[in-house]
T-cell receptor, first 112, second 115 residues
Framework: GEDVEQSLFLSVREGDSSVINCTYTDSSSTYLYWYKQEPGAGLQLLTYIFSNMDMKQDQRLTVLLNKKDKHLSLRIADTQTGDSAIYFCAEMPWGGYNKLIFGAGTRLAVHP | GAGVSQSPSNKVTEKGKDVELRCDPISGHTALYWYRQRLGQGLEFLIYFQGNSAPDKSGLPSDRFSAERTGESVSTLTIQRTQQEDSAVYLC?????????????FGPGTRLLVL
């Protein structure tokens, strides 16, 4: 079956790097996503990676994909208080063009 | 431009009543999705509309749930005879293409509380 798991909580100091981890079970996943959810707001797509890539960098964000271990991570460099939010990992299974499978989300708290 | 909008933003209802949730997708987006997010959990897929094709209803949890969409416009999600376990945030997303690869745009959600 399809399952996406994330740790529930991460606390970091402002200016440090944050690393949010995710594991998934469906080896046929085509795309993997990171979404950000701030209080009272909808989900905002942060970045995505195609399954044949192992790394993608976008400004302060770095996504690493280990397809063998089915492990995805999101690194946020120089974490700021505005980065405090819930981060969701999601996968799109092969043939599943019409839905995403989400993890439960990781709450990132940034403190001074 | 305007994003995906949903109404109401909050809804409190009594067990057994029917509720109707509305989603206005981004203009021109052919694909529309409904998800449910229970407290502390990830999003569960409910239903998907793509143009005039038959919707994918595989995620609807029971026959009390139904959704409609006319063409490529507004969608309504109806929950009949609500139960307390229906309490959740209901999120709508739209996408400009049927594959929705990196482009599912989410609304702010409707927070439903069933007493």
């Amino acid at each position: 079956g399809e399952d996406v798991e994330q740790s529930l909580f991460l606390s970091v100091r402002e200016g440090d790097s944050s690393v949010i981890n995710c594991t998934y079970t469906d080896s046929s996943s085509t795309y993997l996503y990171w979404y950000k959810q701030e209080p009272g707001a909808g989900l905002q797509l942060l970045t995505y990676i195609f399954s044949n890539m192992d790394m993608k960098q976008d400004q302060r964000l770095t996504v690493l994909l280990n397809k063998k271990d089915k492990h995805l991570s999101l690194r946020i460099a120089d974490t700021q208080t505005g980065d405090s939010a819930i981060y969701f990992c999601a996968e799109m299974p092969w043939g599943g063009y019409n839905k995403l499978i989400f993890g439960a989300g990781t709450r990132l708290a940034v403190h001074p | 431009g305007a994003g995906v909008s949903q109404s109401p933003s909050n809804k409190v209802t009594e067990k057994g009543k029917d509720v109707e949730l509305r989603c206005d997708p981004i203009s021109g987006h052919t694909a529309l999705y409904w998800y449910r997010q229970r407290l502390g959990q990830g999003l569960e897929f409910l239903i998907y509309f793509q143009g005039n094709s038959a919707p994918d209803k595989s995620g609807l949890p029971s026959d009390r749930f139904s959704a409609e969409r006319t063409g490529e416009s507004v969608s309504t999600l109806t929950i009949q005879r609500t139960q307390q376990e229906d309490s959740a945030v209901y999120l709508c997303a739209s996408s400009p293409q049927d594959r929705g690869l990196e482009t599912q745009y989410f609304g702010p959600g409707t927070r439903l509380l069933v007493l």
